[in-house]
C-alpha cells in the first residue's frame, strides 16, 4: 500500500517537513499551496527536494471557488486554473484538488458544475494533468460526496476523478453505502483524518481536532470497507489539520501518521475487498497477560529510601541481580525492580529525571512477535550490553524515554527471574499489606504528546481506549484517557494538561519530561491493607471532612461504612457493575505516589474522586501558587 501525506499536517519549514515525511517511510506527498508560496526557492527546486528524498508530489491543494462561477468570474477562474497547471508542470506534479466552492456568488446546479468540470478536463488533458473534486462538509451548493459524485459522472471526462475525503463524510455523518457504487477508477484519491465526536461548527472541528487514524472516534474501517468494496487500491494520503501536530516534531508526528496506516491498513486483513490484499503482514496485536515488573531507576540516596517505602507497603526483598545494583521487591504478583546502578539505561534515566519509574515490562503471549510489530509500527526498539549468560529482554521506546519490555511465558524470558536474579529467599510474610496486582499505571505527558501515546498503545497491544474525560484540578483542567485490555491486565491512564499550574504539569516541570506518576495497587481489602500500612508507618494522603459529608449527602452508604471510610481516608465510587475504594500515599519527593484500590468490578477510575485528590495533594504539597 502507497501511503501519503500532506504538508499542512507538519510544523516546520518545507524542507523539514519533506524529509520528516521521507524520513518516515511514505511514498508521496500533498503540497499545499502555503507551503510552497513561503518556501524560499523556485518550484523546480522543490521538485528536485522531492524527488531527491525519493518522494513524489501526489497532489497541489487546495485550489478553491471554481465549480458554478457567473461571468466575468467564471473565465477568471479558468485562467487562474491553467496559472496553476503551469505551477504544477514546474512541480512535476499531475493531479490538481479542487474542493466544493463556497464563495456567495456561486451558482448551484449539478448540470452547471460538470460543464465547468468538463470544460476544465478538456484543458487539463492537453497538459497530461488530472483534477480531483472534493465536496467539502461546507460547501455552498455541494458538501455532500454524494452529489460531488453526480457532478463527476455527469463531466464524464477522463481527467476529471473524485476525491474521498473521511472527514468530510463522517462529519456530516453521511451513509457510507453509496461509496460502494463509485468505479474505483474515478477514484483519484483517498484522504484519511480521524476525530473526535464534537459538538461544534464544522470548519473550526476540521482546522483543529482533526487527527491521524486511530487517535479519534470515527469508525474508520467501516469507511476503507465502503473503499475497498469499490476495487480501489491506490494511494492512502493523510490530511489533517491539528494545533497540537502543529506544536510537535516533524518526525515525530510524520512517523506517527505513517504508524496509524500501518495500524489501519492492519485491520483490513481478512476483511472483503480490495485493500485486504494490500494489508502488512505483521503479527497481530499482542495479548498483554499483565505487567511483569515497573522497574525503578535511583541514585544510593533515593534508592535506600525508596526500599524503605516499598517495605512499608508490604514489599519484600526477595533477590537480587546477579551481576547489578538491582534489587526485586515482591508482594502478591507484583515485582518492583529497583535499580541503582552506576552503568546503563536506568542510570541515564535517573540522571534526566531523578528517581522515576524508567521501564514496565509487559507479560505478553509472544515477545518476539511484539516486537516484531513494534518495528513495523516504527516504534524505536532499544538494546543495552547484557552480562555473560543474562536475557536480552526485547524493548521498545515508552513514554519520556522511558522502557517498555516485553516477556512470555514460552521462551527463555518467562525464566527472567531464575536467569538474571538470585534465587528468591522463602517468601517472608511479615509486613505484607495483601498488595496482588498493579490495577493501573498513570503516566503524565505534556498536552502534544497524548494523540502519540494513544496510538502507540492501542496500535502495538489488545487494548481498547475509553472516551476522553476532563478532570478538574486547582491549577487547570487535566485530560485524561485510560488504554486498557479486555481483562483487565493492563490499564495505563494517559493524563496531560494544557496549564502550566495543574500538578500533572508541574510534575512534568519538576520531573524534567513525561513519566509515570502514579501506580495504583489492588487489594482485595483496602480496610486491612491500611492498617497494615499504618503499623508500617506510611502515611496515607489525608482527605476532607467535607468529602465525607458529601458522600453521606449523594449515597446510601451506612454511618459504620462511611465511618470506616472517613477514619482511613478512603475515596468512594460506584458505577452498574460495582464499587471501588481508593486511598493515596503521600508522594515520594514530590515526584510521583501510590494509589490502593479495591476494585469490586467496578470499570472505572474513580474519576468523580479525581479533583478531591488533585486538591488534597495540592495542599499537601503546599503550592501556595496554585491557590492564587
Ligand atoms: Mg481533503
Ligand atoms: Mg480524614
Redesign the pocket.
Known amino acids: 500500500m502507497q501511503t501519503s501525506i500532506a504538508t499542512v499536517s507538519l510544523s516546520g519549514g518545507l524542507a523539514e517537513k519533506l524529509e520528516a515525511i521521507a524520513a518516515a517511510g511514505f511514498a508521496g506527498v500533498e503540497i499545499f499551496e502555503s507551503d510552497l508560496l513561503s518556501f524560499n526557492g523556485t518550484p523546480k527546486d522543490v521538485a528536485g527536494m522531492v524527488a531527491s528524498l525519493g518522494l513524489k508530489i501526489v497532489t497541489f ?1 487546495p485550489f478553491r471557488d471554481f465549480a458554478g462561477m457567473p461571468e466575468p468570474q467564471r473565465s477568471r477562474t479558468f485562467a487562474r486554473a491553467e496559472r496553476k497547471f503551469d505551477l504544477m508542470g514546474e512541480l512535476g506534479c499531475d493531479l490538481l ?1 479542487i ?1 466544493s466552492n463556497v464563495a456567495p456568488d456561486a451558482l448551484g446546479g449539478v448540470d452547471r458544475a460538470a460543464a465547468d468540470f468538463h470544460e476544465l478536463g478538456e484543458r487539463a488533458r492537453k497538459r497530461g494533468i488530472r483534477v480531483g473534486f ?1 465536496a ?1 462538509a461546507w460547501g455552498r451548493h455541494i458538501s455532500d460526496y454524494r452529489d460531488s459524485w453526480e457532478v463527476v459522472r455527469r463531466a464524464d471526462h477522463p481527467a476529471i476523478g473524485l ?1 474521498l ?1 473521511s ?2 463524510i463522517f462529519s456530516r455523518k453521511t451513509n457510507l453505502k453509496s461509496i460502494r457504487s463509485i468505479p474505483a477508477d474515478k477514484i483519484v484519491l483517498v ?1 484519511l ?1 480521524d476525530a473526535p465526536w464534537l459538538d461544534m461548527d464544522v470548519i473550526s472541528w476540521s482546522r483543529h481536532f482533526r487527527c491521524f487514524p486511530g487517535q479519534g472516534d470515527f469508525p474508520l474501517t467501516e469507511f476503507m470497507d465502503a473503499v475497498s468494496a469499490t476495487g480501489y487500491s491506490g494511494l492512502l494520503s493523510l ?1 489533517i489539520f491539528n494545533d497540537q501536530f502543529r506544536a510537535g516534531s516533524p518526525r515525530g508526528v510524520a512517523v506517527d501518521g505513517q504508524r496509524s496506516l500501518v495500524y489501519l491498513m492492519d485491520q483490513m486483513r481478512g476483511r472483503p475487498g480490495a485493500l485486504a490484499k494490500a494489508a502488512p503482514q505483521i503479527p497481530p496485536r499482542a495479548q498483554c497477560l499483565g505487567i511483569e515488573f515497573l522497574e525503578f531507576a535511583a541514585d544510593d540516596r533515593t534508592a535506600a529510601e525508596l526500599a524503605k517505602l516499598f517495605a512499608g507497603l508490604g514489599f519484600h526483598k526477595i533477590g537480587e541481580h546477579k551481576s547489578k545494583a538491582v534489587t526485586r521487591w515482591s508482594q502478591g504478583a507484583i515485582n518492583l525492580v529497583l535499580n541503582s546502578d552506576k552503568d546503563g539505561f536506568a542510570h541515564s534515566h535517573q540522571l534526566a529525571h531523578g528517581p522515576s519509574v524508567c521501564a514496565m515490562c509487559l507479560k505478553v503471549d509472544d515477545a518476539s512477535a511484539t516486537l516484531d510489530r513494534a518495528e513495523k509500527l516504527r516504534d524505536t526498539p532499544f538494546r543495552q550490553a547484557v552480562g555473560p549468560g543474562e536475557l536480552e529482554i526485547p524493548a521498545v521506546r515508552g513514554l519520556g524515554g522511558s522502557l517498555l519490555y516485553f516477556v512470555d511465558p514460552k521462551s527463555e524470558l518467562g525464566r527472567l527471574w531464575d536467569i538474571d536474579f538470585t534465587t528468591p529467599k522463602q517468601p517472608e510474610r511479615n509486613g505484607s499489606a495483601g498488595l496482588t496486582t498493579v490495577d493501573h499505571v498513570s503516566q503524565s505527558m505534556q498536552y502534544e504528546e497524548m494523540l502519540s501515546w494513544l496510538l502507540f498503545y492501542n496500535s502495538l497491544l489488545d487494548v481498547t481506549k475509553t472516551p476522553q474525560l476532563d478532570v478538574i484540578d486547582p491549577g487547570g483542567i487535566v485530560r485524561s484517557q485510560v488504554v486498557q485490555t479486555a481483562g483487565g491486565t493492563l490499564r495505563i491512564a494517559l493524563n496531560a494538561s494544557q496549564s502550566q499550574r495543574t500538578l500533572s504539569s508541574r510534575f512534568l516541570t519538576h520531573y524534567f519530561g513525561s513519566g509515570v506518576q502514579h501506580i495504583a495497587f489492588a487489594t482485595d481489602d483496602i480496610v486491612t491493607t491500611i492498617k497494615q500500612l499504618r503499623v508500617n508507618g506510611v502515611k496515607l494522603l489525608s482527605i476532607p471532612e467535607n468529602y465525607y459529608d458529601d458522600l453521606e449527602a449523594r449515597t446510601d452508604l451506612s454511618a459504620e461504612r462511611l465511618e470506616v471510610l472517613r477514619a482511613n481516608d478512603i475515596l468512594y465510587d460506584r458505577d452498574d457493575a460495582g464499587e471501588y475504594l481508593q486511598a493515596y500515599t503521600h508522594s515520594f519527593e514530590g515526584l510521583f505516589f501510590f494509589e490502593i484500590v479495591e476494585r469490586r468490578a467496578y470499570k472505572g477510575f474513580g474519576a468523580v474522586n479525581a479533583s478531591i485528590r488533585l486538591a488534597a495533594q495540592a495542599r499537601e504539597m503546599n503550592l501556595s501558587d496554585v491557590q492564587k
Open positions: 491543494q484538488m474542493c472534493e467539502l476525491t475525503d472527514f468530510h484522504q483524518a490530511e
